[in-house]
T-cell receptor
Framework: ETGVTQTPRHLVMGMTNKKSLKCEQH?????MYWYKQSAKKPLELMFV???????ENNSVPSRFSPECPNSSHLFLHLHTLQPEDSALYLC???????????????FGPGTRLTVT | TQLLEQSPQFLSIQEGENLTVYCNSS?????LQWYRQEPGEGPVLLVT?????EVKKLKRLTFQFGDARKDSSLHITAAQPGDTGLYLC???????????FGSGTQLTVLP
């Protein structure tokens, strides 16, 4: 139990569906992250929020839309996805983004997304 | 773009054996982290190394940061089945100080 929860744990959606992934952290952190983990590829950073402000968008397609209403909650809204978007989507949090090198990131268990 | 290459990609050993996993880059990192990820879970931080040449020990795990802060290694002594998992190195660098992850080493320790 890392203090970061993600729901749902598994999601199957069609290419025309709209769904949302939810992440919640109970650690009092101020930075939250979305990562994509695909088979045979390194973890890819998608978005970074620091004190509710988006500070990083790593050229992510607009069919992925993040939302951070407060420092404890992070959402990833999905629409018109492609089969190649199937992956494990991981949420993480840290004390703050861009802090000293020793700031740890705590990861949630991920949402396994399958796009059909 | 900073890249981290891990080797080997896959490693299957018998319980009690020793092993070393490598993490290499042509870029300099201000610090380097090692994570372990088990099936169905997110990565869990094992250690952070900050100083070139630094060695940290965590029970049977020994982590080393290269003198030039471009590479790192993880050595496990007397591996146990509970060590099975995906080991990821991640470097901190660049102006944004974001993590760059390696592709991982999948370790299987057979009883």
């Amino acid at each position: 139990e890392t203090g970061v929860t993600q729901t749902p744990r598994h999601l199957v959606m069609g290419m025309t569906n709209k769904k949302s992934l939810k992440c919640e952290q109970h650690l009092g952190h101020n930075a939250m992250y979305w990562y994509k983990q695909s088979a045979k590829k390194p973890l890819e950073l998608m978005f970074v929020y620091n004190f509710k402000e988006q500070t990083e968008n790593n050229s992510v397609p607009s069919r992925f839309s993040p939302e951070c209403p407060n420092s404890s909650h992070l959402f990833l809204h999905l629409h018109t996805l492609q089969p190649e978007d199937s992956a494990l989507y991981l949420c993480a949090s840290s004390l703050k983004a861009g802090g000293p090198p020793t700031y740890e990131q705590y990861f949630g268990p991920g949402t396994r997304l399958t796009v059909t | 773009t900073q890249l981290l290459e891990q080797s080997p990609q896959f490693l299957s050993i018998q319980e009690g054996e020793n092993l070393t996993v490598y993490c290499n880059s042509s870029s300099v990192f201000s610090s380097l982290q090692w994570y372990r990820q088990e099936p169905g879970e997110g990565p869990v931080l094992l250690v952070t190394v900050v100083t070139g040449g630094e060695v940290k020990k965590l029970k049977r795990l020994t982590f080393q940061f290269g003198d030039a802060r471009k590479d790192s290694s993880l050595h496990i002594t007397a591996a146990q089945p509970g060590d099975t998992g995906l080991y990821l190195c991640a470097g901190v660098g660049g102006s944004a100080r974001q993590l760059t992850f390696g592709s991982g080493t999948q370790l299987t320790v057979l009883p």
